[in-house]
Each structure stands twice: as C-alpha cells, then as structure tokens.
C-alpha cells in the first residue's frame, strides 16, 4: 500500500467518510479468480481497463443500495 493510499484512507476513517478501495477490490478479484494485476488495466497505460471498472461500479452500487 503506498503512502497516497494510507494517507487518503486514514483522512477518510477519521472523518467518518465511506470510500471504495480499487485496490482491495482487485485483490479479492485476483484472489478469486486467479487473474494476474495486469488483467484490471489497460496495456502499456496504467489506467483501469472495463473489467476495473465494472467491479469497482458493482461495488458501487451494492454499497449505495446497502447504505
């Protein structure tokens, strides 16, 4: 976990704000499925790909439905 990441999620733990962490999604995904890190971006690129998205909007949704 970088130091980015800690930062953000320890600001928003302390202030009581929700967040989605793509990382902790990618894990549990790779886990799940045997998928390497670069299943979830794009080639050459960095960015997330559309299965990236797709779990982190799934994700999304299961938490605004559940809250």
Not at 39 to 44: G, W
């Amino acid at each position: 976990i970088g130091w980015r990441e800690q930062f953000l999620a320890d600001l928003f733990t302390r202030h009581g704000v929700s967040y989605i962490s793509s990382r902790e999604i990618i894990e549990k995904d790779m886990r799940r499925h045997a998928k390497p890190p670069q299943a979830y971006f794009l080639p050459n690129d960095g960015h997330p790909n559309a299965y990236q998205n797709l779990l982190v909007a799934q994700e999304l949704k299961r938490q605004l439905l559940v809250n």
